[in-house]
């Protein structure tokens, strides 16, 4: 989450979906017989992830000198063929390769791009499970979104605030980097002694030899590539496991630590309150991460431990709090569907206000609606926002959450809130999509709402008041 000002800004063109399809048929996801696609076919970002192939799981192995802004990575991806395959691509940018294996053989690369493209020794079978290993070093850093915002990996005064939505893993490791693949991590992290490098699910154990300290982190539930981190820092640690039992892990600048605390403390309080809503937490840890980046100026919800760039807000928290449920275990199909985060994680926020001696939800709602229809709310639909330009725009949050409100309303509180459990339950550690989610409502609440959901998430321009 960001300052609402820094979500809108300059009018990018958008992208008209005929030309995004086109772009898909034609061009970067196109496989041809055995080669794997350069992309998924998102619209939106068309080298975003690759054909071919699923990662079940990634090892990651990192030393970062925060002197040098120098990082050595050894990656290696246990992956299965879902076709035959005499070629396949990563998503890697920057960094420089040392040596890159497929099941032990040394396997032909080249780099275009963000496309890694690698030519094992010997074709990989449709269903082989194979082992791919890149040895890499450089000194990383961020990529720029459509919309200008930074992220990947971005090195701070004491380390680097890591972050990749949408596209900034492929800083840092080579990944199928998009949420349709999902895996599980395991992270060894080695930094100068003095440095925490905090990455995602439960601390495995940490360890100092040569005035180095080694941080092993395990992430057992699938991820997507950018909800991945391993933000380095001088950092106050604290540790605790909640009644629930879950485990959580903070890691906290100094600098910003005081402002951090009494937000920091609610967590475990706002995790039970939105279990009561959605369902069970998805995770088996939790925890926040808050590193000053001041050029970042954004929040991510990286699964389990959300990363703040200065001290969060409890609406903050509250939101990225929520993610874990809709964004992180329920996975986008199609970045197009963004509203399913951010709408939802946005509503999130209102609701708690709601039920916590703040504003109502109508009431929330009511502002909003008041903006004149030249608003840059109304802008574009919240399912399509148009291009990767937008997809951290207004019309994605607060129309979003307004889209909620109105289903709320057309359906009662009873169904709604049924239905927002359902959705997590039927899509846990999955994907969903927009059509998925509508006709999930119309099943749970007996209503049709297909008028409803064409006019508030697919046509641009003020909806008449419900
Ligand atoms: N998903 C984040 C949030 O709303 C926002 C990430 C923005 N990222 C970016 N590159 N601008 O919680
Ligand atoms: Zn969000």
Redesign the pocket.
Known sequence: ?RPAVLGRGAVVATVPVAVAALLTAAGPATAAGTVGASGVGDPYFPFAGNGGYHVDHYGLTLGYDPASRHLTGTAVLVARATQKLTRFDLDFKGLKITGLTVDRDKAAYKRSGQELVVTPSRALRKGQTFRITVRYNGKPGPVTDPDGSLDGWVPTDDGAFVAGEPQGAMTWFPANNHPLDKASYDFTITVPKGRTAVANGVLLGQSTKNGRTTFRWRQKEPMAAYLATATVGKFKVKQYTTRGGVKVYDAVDPREASAAAPVLKKLPSVLDWESKLFGPYPYRAAGSIVDRAPSVGYAL?TQTRPVYSSAPDLSTLV??SA?QWF?NSVSLTSWKDIWL??GF??YTEWLYDEQHGGESAQKTFDSLYARPASDSLWEFPPADPGSGAHIFSDPV?ARGAMTLHVLRTAVGDRDFFRILRAWAKQHRYGHGTTAQFERLAEQESGVRLDKLFKTWLHTKGKPGHP
């Open positions: 989450r919800e939101h990225e993610h964004g985060n951010e994680a946005t949050y």
